[in-house]
């Protein structure tokens, strides 16, 4: 007829939990380390895809002096480059104008063109 109650647990070493029904960690360190964990996670996404921009970002540098704004996707892929990550994507025209920072460009039939530097 009655439901026992699921004991509660610590979020991060699993000891039982006495006293508050909505604890939820036996310790601050506990505490601590959960929330230190977490933050560790999110740190480690963000740190990789800020890498993923600047590497795009020095690759059209790279571009930007080497070529006239213009640049095949397969070299640009070859050099490292992943389309995927930009800082800002518009519409203009008939266009979508993709930004990496303050280099603007746009792609379009397996090739970048229109590249240049925003001030």
């Known amino acids: 007829m009655y439901k026992k109650a699921e004991e509660p647990h610590c979020l991060e070493c699993g000891e039982r939990l006495y006293g ?4 939820k960690f036996c310790s601050c360190g506990c505490r601590s380390r959960y929330h230190g964990h977490l933050r560790y996670i999110a740190k480690k996404v963000q740190d990789s895809e800020l890498n993923a921009l600047a590497k795009n970002y020095s690759i059209l540098e790279t571009i930007m002096n080497l070529t006239r704004g213009r640049c095949p996707l397969g070299t640009l892929e070859e050099m490292g480059f992943r389309k995927e990550y930009v800082t800002q994507v518009t519409k ?18 397996g090739r970048l ?5 925003i001030r």
């Open 92 to 109: 203009k025209g008939k266009h979508l104008e993709y930004r990496c920072f303050d280099f603007a460009y746009n792609m379009g039939a």
């Open 113 to 117: 063109y229109n590249l240049r530097r």
């Open 20 to 23: 508050r029904t909505d604890k």
